[in-house]
């Protein structure tokens, strides 16, 4: 079972839920999942389709749990349990439960065309009676876009249908409906019925979104001077967040600067203007930092006395089970290379006696159990510049291990993590501060 983009689009005509973490790619892009996800809903009735095949049903029992996020063009299996009428229902990546459900249902015989639009999506158009279909649409429609709306995570519902219910409307708008809110938790919990439905429960996650950088909240706490006006700074991954307000802040006190971003987007536009604000000495390096081609576009002769390497791939949740050995080694490489193609591609420019910043994590020296993948690559990538730092011992290589930034979407109770401005204002310091040759480790 895969789905597809076209899938999405389908789904959310029929449904009218329009949540940004399905259907836009740039926005999802900048969330805790680093790419769009299915639509919660829509996997549920695949999953009904698939043990279904081809009949109809009228259900009177549903639970889902929505164990993980379903990802765009990845290959998901279905196993299934029967016992005393109630069938079981398993979703899976690999080996990772990511839904599961429980329901009770009839085959019925029916000659009425349902949902015509189901077969746009791949699913039988007489899956299920058009008074249920739209229970379903309905829940997705409303967590989607009205509570909690934009940044909800569905986790479970749970349906008691009237399946002797006659006269039901096409259109389902619930009779009663509460909602209560654990704000521990950041949830929200949906109790209610409706035509044809004697009891729902939803639950959901409301993500908490990242702390917006504020930047005249940072100039006005950083200041400004020409301490820097004699560093050239190269900084990676400078399009957006922490490697954009690095730029920001080493540029108020005078360094001149050279910044790859990946791609231009209004983020990175916002960069830019701000740096045309100050009247920041600048260029720009637009491509992928993995691609000797982009790092080929510099014009300027300057030496480069400090690099500070941002770069890194999307940091996404996922357990050990979840991805096989191909797939880690795959991040690590692309982790090597954003340090080492600019490394290479830059030597001739870059000073003896510069200082090299890696900004690492503390992952390294507190592993979490979903992020092993990205604290193996930021440590491969610390023993690299260690070893490096043989090569040129005239040079100060730095790994700042940093904590989680609350510049990311927090879901449930994660902590919270650092203000982008303190690690700024710590590295503007740093960058103030006369060299050492050799490589150390530091923690902020």
């Known amino acids: 079972m895969r789905f597809s983009k076209q899938q999405v689009e389908v789904f959310s005509q029929l449904s009218g839920d329009r949540n940004p973490l399905h259907c836009d790619a740039q926005y999802a892009r900048r969330t ?15 999953c009904l389709n698939e043990w279904a095949r081809g009949k109809s049903l009228l259900l009177s029992y549903l639970k889902v749990d929505f164990l993980r996020p379903v990802f765009l063009g990845c290959t998901y299996e279905v196993t299934t349990e029967e016992q005393e009428g109630l069938v079981a229902l398993t979703l899976k990546s690999g080996p990772v439960p990511v839904l599961r459900m429980q329901f009770r249902a009839d085959v019925v015989e029916t000659d009425e065309v349902q949902e015509p639009r189901l077969g746009l999506l791949g699913l039988s158009i007489n899956l299920l009676k058009s008074p249920q279909l739209q229970v379903l649409l309905w829940i997705s429609r409303y967590v989607g876009m009205v509570n909690p709306g934009r940044q909800a995570l569905l986790s479970q519902i749970e349906i008691e249908f009237d399946k002797d219910a006659s006269g039901c409307p096409d259109d389902f708008n619930p009779n009663t409906l509460a909602a209560k809110v654990d704000a521990r938790f950041h949830k929200v919990d949906l109790v209610g019925d409706g035509p044809g439905v004697l009891k729902f429960t939803i639950s959901a996650f409301e993500r908490r979104p990242p702390s917006k950088f504020d930047f005249e909240k940072l100039r006005g706490e950083l200041g400004s001077s020409r301490d820097l006006q004699n560093e050239d700074i190269l900084i990676t991954g400078a399009g957006r967040g922490l490697g954009a307000a690095l730029a920001r802040g080493l540029a108020l006190h005078g360094a001149k600067l050279i910044l790859n ?51 890194f791939p999307q940091i996404i949740s996922s357990s050990f089970l979840e991805q096989d050995h191909s797939q880690v080694a795959a991040y690590a490489q692309i982790a090597h290379e954003l340090v080492e193609i600019p490394m290479r591609s830059m030597s001739s420019r870059i000073k003896d006696d510069a200082r090299i910043l890696h900004l690492s994590s503390i992952y390294c020296q507190k592993p979490q159990p979903h992020f092993l ?17 043989h090569t040129y011992p005239e040079r100060e290589y730095i790994s700042l291990k940093l904590p989680p930034l609350n510049n990311r979407e927090r879901i449930g109770m994660q902590e919270e993590g650092l203000e982008v401005e303190v690690v700024v204002k710590h590295i503007v310091a740093m960058a103030k501060r006369s060299r050492h040759a050799g490589y150390k480790d530091e923690a902020l």
């Open 373 to 389: 993948h990205y604290s193996q690559a930021k440590s491969s990538v610390d023993e690299f510049l260690k070893r490096d730092s």
């Open 32 to 46: 805790s999942f680093g790419r769009p996800i299915f639509f919660g809903i829509a996997t549920s009735l695949f």
């Open 261 to 311: 971003i990946h791609r231009m987007d209004e983020e990175s536009q916002m960069l830019l203007d701000d740096l045309q604000k100050i009247g920041a000495t600048y260029e720009i390096l637009i491509g992928d930092g993995t691609k000797t081609e982009t790092w080929a576009k510099t014009l300027q002769k300057g030496k480069i006395s400090q690099v500070i390497l941002n770069a």
